[in-house]
């Protein structure tokens, strides 16, 4: 049987959900551009998921709509952009 190389392929552990609720609260974060964010991959949202090669890397918002936003992550030596939605990513807290 031939091996499958998904997008979600060997994430069963990064996209799997855990027993804790999570509520909406990250709807009421007013996101700035330039703000840095932490890529968190909600694994209940199919649609705008980045790929998991970007779980826990931070990135910088460039833009902002009304229902995603677009995130540079550097990657290597190049920066990649992501078009995601907001519950795929923490705002970045200063400790």
């Not at 790929?51 to 030596?77: A, D, P």
């Amino acid at each position: 049987m031939p091996s499958s190389h998904g997008t979600r392929r060997k994430s069963r552990s990064v996209l799997t959900k855990s027993n804790k609720i999570t509520g909406l609260s990250y709807l009421l974060i007013d996101y700035k551009q330039g703000d840095k964010v932490v890529v968190n991959i909600d694994p209940s949202e199919h649609t705008t998921m980045p790929h998991r090669r970007f779980q826990g890397r931070i990135g910088i918002i460039e833009s902002i709509g009304r229902r995603t936003m677009k995130v540079m992550v550097m990657f290597g030596n190049k920066p990649k952009y992501l078009q995601t939605k907001f519950n795929h990513v923490r705002l970045l807290t200063k400790s």
